[in-house]
């Protein structure tokens, strides 16, 4: 609130923080509080939020307070729990504040000048004469007074809101604290704007210091005397903090249910449903008894041209920044505001828009009920819009410093997911073909193989489809090269799984589909990711054939960046015949890289350089280009593939003695490790850990890292050298 807060309230603060509340005699409070709703259950954290209350309380230049956000939030609560804590904690400084009293006055049934003005007047005990005029006579009365008037539910009459300037002006003693879902919009008002209380992220951390997980096992507690956090609800307790954001309201309607569902069930059904979060309490207000009633409310507040975009923008996943909106529902800057005033949106200081779970399932209800060409037109130019995003980060991230790139895209998948699969479900094959390689360098990147190969699978069996049923062939000229794209990205991918019958098949689809439409580039991609896929199952000369051949055709048609990755591939068939050859082919392979700028193939290829002088005993050479290799890696923020490596320098280190350096390697091998598919690796890993515990007289740790090597090793040289290992344990 920008106020610096007074001694006493930095001494009430500490109080309440330390929960040391001092009692005060009943009557004593009365006095002080006026019409205040009594409450049954204890109040749940937010003691950040009830300090800055306090803060506005006692701090002489602040008058107005409004406490912001959408229905739900605990706003009437907060208000309620900050003037009574105030109370309990310093009733004389309140009572000299606010020696008149505080009085709570309920505006959830107020729609009109009159009843407002008639509203606070009964609170505070005016009673009108047959001639007064009510808002003048409140004037008067109130001119002289010292008191404190929490309004509550002030959202429908913030048109109203010259009333409270007006008071403002004449009664200097007179302070607000206001809750409402928009703002007043006065000069003299501070705001508070509430989020959903806190919660966990992760499943492992389901503890009630969470203020979410403390609330629902509260209230569950209330309807199951006995309900306990254990370990078979936990995860179920997550994922309905994070489906209901911490929203204090939908977590009370939740926890309801367990006195007949399982906390499993509750959240599937709230992911599926909203109408699910309501109750038959009879002493909760209508307008809390389900969260449909509460977005009901909200709607019902918003202009025609409001209402539209707010189910417009529920095509959005995950959040949107400014440029997005304007381009998929061509909202200005103004207009999102005003969702943003209504607590309809949040904005983050990151620059993004988000709207609630439980509003987005609501709003896109109101927009599938739209004419059906407003919601095709906001699907597709959703997915037009971040397809295309994904189609300029192309270059981007296959070149120098791309962890910015990698970074922007996270923001937005789910938004770019979900774009994907409404382009294949409408045919938008054009706008998809854009997205194609940067979407599978973004998996590859993050290790999301059996995502990839979902995604790719999906869009080239209906692009096959699409295709076949085509009779009018000149119309879809480009459609056979998108569907070899996307077959070259699926053989890739298929590769990296180490599924290389799938990939040889994908790929003698791809290479007879280029024969067809004369396509030569393709040609050469499709004989060159069979030759791959033979080399992964050790058919070196079968390998050999398609990589030569594939390599003829790329330096005929002068294609620099083809021929380095058949130059690359080429020369890791001839690492264990005839390394000589195998060093020329890398060597031309990490110029031509160079040259072109695709530092992300150039680690791979430096990393296979490094290995060959592994292999030949160089080991100075090794290290230098492994290190080369995790720069490049580094620089494109592609750490999943540094794993090979950072494992090999962490090798080397063990070989030299120096253990702490070897530590250090392995260490940053570890957040992705057990999620690898790559088996060799992973059993080369644990290896070397094991022979770094082993050297550290850490003998049952040892043990543990062999046996994990032994698991997953697929060669028998690896296997001999574990056994090696728990044999030297063993002796020790």
């Not at 607000?176 to 499943?203: C, N, V, W």
């Not at 015949?577 to 060093?583: E, L, T």
């Amino acid at each position: 609130l920008a106020i610096e807060p007074t001694p006493e309230t930095v001494r009430l603060y500490e109080e309440i923080v330390q929960g040391n509340l001092p009692s005060i005699e009943l009557e004593q409070q009365e006095a002080l509080l006026h019409h205040f709703p009594v409450q049954f259950d204890q109040f749940v954290g937010r003691s950040e939020e009830i300090t800055a209350v306090i803060h506005y309380l006692f701090a002489p230049n602040s008058r107005l307070l409004t406490l912001i956000g959408p229905g739900g939030i605990g706003k009437t609560r907060l208000s309620i729990e900050s003037v009574t804590q105030a109370v309990v904690q310093s009733p004389a400084l309140v009572a000299d504040y606010f020696a008149d009293g505080c009085y709570f006055v309920s505006l959830t049934d107020v729609n009109s000048r009159d009843l407002f003005v008639t509203s606070m007047a009964k609170a505070i005990g005016l009673t009108f004469q047959p001639l007064d005029k009510p808002e003048t006579s409140l004037l008067h009365c109130l001119a002289k007074q010292k008191m404190l008037l929490v309004l509550d539910n002030f959202e429908q009459l913030v048109e109203m809101a010259d009333v409270i300037s007006k008071i403002l002006q004449a009664a200097p003693g007179v302070k607000f604290l206001i809750s409402s879902r928009e703002p007043l919009d006065l000069q003299a008002e501070k705001r508070l704007l509430l989020a959903g209380l806190s919660y966990p992220t992760q499943f492992s951390q389901c503890q009630q210091s969470y203020e979410a997980v403390s609330l629902f096992v509260q209230t569950a507690q209330r309807v199951i005397v006995d309900f306990q956090l254990n370990n078979e609800e936990r995860q179920a307790i997550v994922r309905i903090c994070q489906l209901t954001q911490g929203v204090p309201l939908a977590l009370q309607l939740a926890a309801t249910w367990t006195r007949m569902a399982s906390c499993a069930t509750i959240a599937t059904e709230i992911e599926h449903n909203l109408d699910f979060l309501a109750t038959k309490s009879r002493d909760l207000p209508l307008r809390h008894r389900t969260m449909r009633a509460v977005f009901n409310q909200s709607w019902h507040g918003l202009s025609l041209e409001e209402k539209t975009l707010l189910a417009q923008v529920s095509v959005f996943l995950g959040g949107f920044d400014r440029e997005a909106a304007a381009f998929v529902v061509g909202s200005s800057l103004g207009q999102l505001a005003a969702l943003l005033d209504k607590s309809l949106l949040h904005w983050n200081t990151n620059g993004r828009y988000d709207i609630h779970k439980l509003k987005q399932q609501k709003a896109t209800k109101k927009l599938e009920s739209l004419p059906n060409h407003v919601l095709q037109q906001a699907r597709h130019r959703h997915a037009l819009y971040y397809l295309r995003l994904m189609g300029q980060s192309t270059a981007t991230l296959n070149k120098l410093s791309t962890s910015h790139g990698w970074e922007a895209i996270d923001a937005d998948m789910e938004n770019i997911r979900q774009a994907w699969t409404w382009a294949i479900a409408e045919g938008h094959w054009d706008d998809l073909a854009q997205a194609i390689e940067s979407l599978s360098l973004y998996y590859n990147n993050q290790g999301l193989f059996d995502e990839a190969v979902a995604a790719l699978s999906a869009a080239s069996a209906g692009l096959e489809k699409t295709v076949a049923q085509t009779k009018n062939k000149t119309a879809v000229v480009s459609l056979p090269h998108t569907l070899n794209k996307l077959r070259l990205h699926q053989i890739r991918t298929l590769i990296k799984q180490a599924n290389c019958p799938d990939a040889l098949h994908i790929a003698h689809l791809m290479y007879c589909s280029s024969q067809q439409i004369g396509e030569e580039q393709s040609q050469i991609l499709a004989l060159a990711e069979s030759g791959i896929a033979h080399w992964r199952l050790n058919n070196i000369e079968k390998a050999q054939a398609y990589l030569e051949e594939s390599l003829l055709h790329a330096r005929k048609m002068q294609l620099p960046s083809q021929t380095a990755y058949i130059l690359h591939h080429l020369g890791n068939t001839y690492l264990e015949v005839n390394r000589h050859k195998a060093r020329l082919l890398l060597d031309e392979a990490a110029i031509l890289y160079e040259e072109v700028g695709n530092m992300g193939e150039l680690a791979n290829i430096l990393t296979d350089l490094g290995s060959l002088n592994l292999l030949e005993r160089y080991l100075e050479k090794a290290q230098h280009y492994y290190q080369r290799s995790v720069a490049c890696y580094q620089k494109t923020n592609n750490l999943a593939d540094c794993m090979i490596p950072l494992n090999n320098l962490g090798y080397l280190a063990l070989a030299n003695g120096e253990y702490e350096a070897a530590q250090n390697y392995f260490s940053e091998i570890t957040p992705f490790i057990h999620s690898s598919k790559r088996r060799q690796l992973k059993a080369n890993h644990f290896n070397n850990l094991g022979h770094l515990a082993l050297t550290q007289q850490r003998y049952p740790l040892a043990i543990q890292r062999y046996e994990e090597s032994l698991q997953v090793a697929v060669h028998s040289a690896t296997q001999n050298e574990t056994l090696l290992g728990l044999i030297a344990v063993i002796v020790a």
